[in-house]
């Protein structure tokens, strides 16, 4: 085709001896969604920061307007109406959300910025998006859902001829994902060029229009979705045929392991649950159904004020994550960058950060004991780096999931507590992932996961506790669990009565 917005032809990029592009084209054209679909470390978002000029390739040709560019600079990339939107939201929290969204572009009249434009602008852009918030709202008050609402919006202020989502729907909820689909529709009615990379398939069947999918690197092809549906696709991404791709076990539950009554703290109101050994619990709910509280006040990030927690049948006080650790619990949290890893650590030091918390101040830390909790708790996961010694932020996403889940999984846990635990990862990682959990209650570990991914939910867990304004609604056995029936619960359909009125 000769009218695409933006092409790229013979992409080459690698990190020391790793290959992430090798010899990749792709081609956006005006009035497309055109999802790139791959596993971590296949090259998406790496192909998609050379489109916006954050890297530069080394070797190939990006052609915009009919003009070749060995490379491009963000401010170039920003010029040429090429707009990115990343994963994680790349905002100050310190200042309003129309600060943020209209940075670099703030409105100066006499010298001086013109604050009331600069929040009226942002404003704008927030209504057209359909995106419930306040343009001076501060940024530290949102949660990471509603950040990466603000991100959004800040592609879109220059009006771009071109727009890259990469996997920007992975932090919100259904009503958001279908806000965001809508403002994505009308800019495909007005022409603009959509590049789209999201690991949840069914996002990209419902809203792409051709899918380029990427293996290690290579290109395997480019088809239009008509040719396509979920099974070709994950074929054609990880080479092999995902049949058993939940892993689901069949274990018989045994004891409780877990269990909380009337637990209150803050918004979550007498809360009680139980895990069993053997047994996966799911955690159902809309963004702010209280999920998140409630999994860091089980781990003692912030302990409950009223109710009781138990642990194999012994009343406990969890004031600490170092005492739930003692204890026997473990915890992923949903923010692996933020909360889980430190970035500039090597694989084999955020591996062992958990097991280290709970020696004492003289204990003896070395490469040794390093490497063995890392070796304890990696087995299965199968974590793809060059070496353990690499540095964690050079890892994928998956992968850098999969070291957060080893470095719980070091401490040798009777219960294991996952929050959003494939958030923004492959379909390759999350199988890995899923293979794991059914290994571990068959050792007869209880899980309990947290997901805003339904499918997830039915597909793995053995029962299904549904959350809505921050108490338990609904607890659901997995033979009467759908996706209907958790967001009936979930959304609160359960307090109208036959007329449609609250009852």
Not at 139 to 160: C, F, H, M, Y
Not at 167 to 177: F, G, I, N, P
Not at 366 to 394: C, M, W
Request: hydrophobic fraction near 45%; include cysteine; aromatic fraction near 4%.
């Amino acid at each position: 085709m000769t009218g695409a917005a933006i092409r790229a032809e013979g992409i080459c990029k690698s990190f020391d001896a790793v290959v992430a592009l090798n010899g990749v084209r792709i081609e956006l054209q005006p009035g497309e969604v055109h999802a790139l679909i791959g596993e971590n470390g296949s090259g998406k978002s790496t192909l998609l920061s050379i489109l916006a000029g954050a890297q530069a390739p080394d070797d190939g040709t990006i052609f915009v307007g009919g003009d070749a560019h060995g490379s491009l600079q963000p401010r170039q990339a920003r010029g040429l109406g090429i707009a990115s939107v990343q994963q994680e939201p790349q905002l100050a929290p310190a200042l309003t959300v129309g600060e943020n969204i209209m940075m670099g572009r703030l409105a100066v009249k006499g010298g001086l910025v013109a604050w009331k434009d600069v929040h009226r602008d942002a404003q704008r852009v927030l209504d057209f998006l359909g995106i419930s918030l306040s343009a001076s709202a501060p940024v530290s008050s949102l949660s990471t859902g509603r950040r990466q609402l603000v991100e959004i919006a800040k592609g879109l202020v220059d009006e771009p001829r071109v727009l890259l989502l990469d996997e920007a729907t992975s932090s919100l909820d259904d009503a958001d994902v279908a806000a965001l689909f809508a403002v994505v529709r009308t800019l495909r009615e007005r022409g603009v060029a959509i590049g789209f990379v999201s690991h949840r398939l069914k996002e990209v069947m419902t809203l792409a229009d051709r899918a380029t999918v990427l293996r290690d690197g290579n290109l395997v092809g480019t088809l239009p979705m008509a040719e396509l549906d979920e099974h070709r696709l994950v074929s054609m991404m990880v080479g092999r045929n995902l049949d058993t791709y939940w892993h689901k076990a069949e274990v018989t539950p045994g004891k409780v392991v877990l269990e909380a009554k009337g637990v209150t703290r803050g918004p979550l109101g007498n809360i009680s649950i139980h895990v069993r050994e053997g047994e996966i619990v799911g955690l159902a709910g809309l963004v702010g159904s209280g999920r998140s509280a409630l999994m860091r006040t089980l781990m003692g990030v912030k302990p409950a004020r009223i109710g009781e927690i138990a642990v194999a049948g012994a009343p406990v006080r969890i004031r600490s994550p170092r005492e739930a650790h003692r204890l026997g619990l473990a915890y992923v949290p949903e923010d692996r960058k933020a909360e889980g890893l430190v970035m500039g650590w090597s694989i084999l030091r955020n591996a062992a950060l958990s097991i280290m918390n709970g020696r004492g101040p003289l204990a003896i830390l070395g490469k040794a004991f390093d490497r063995n909790a890392y070796e304890h708790g990696s087995t299965g996961l199968r974590i793809k780096a060059s070496s353990p010694q690499q540095v964690v932020r050079q890892l994928s996403g998956g992968n850098q999931q999969k070291v957060v889940i080893a470095r719980e999984l070091a401490t040798s846990p009777r219960v294991l507590l996952l929050d959003e635990p494939t958030r923004g990862i492959d379909v390759g990682a999350k199988e890995d992932i899923y293979a794991q959990l059914a290994t571990l209650v068959r050792q007869g570990m209880g899980v309990l996961v947290a997901s805003s991914e339904l499918p997830e939910l039915l597909g793995i867990c053995d029962r299904i506790y549904v959350m809505f304004r921050c108490s338990i609604v609904a607890e659901l056995k997995a033979a009467e669990a759908s996706e209907g029936t958790i967001a009936y619960w979930a959304s609160g359909a359960h307090e109208m009565n036959a007329n449609g009125a609250p009852s």
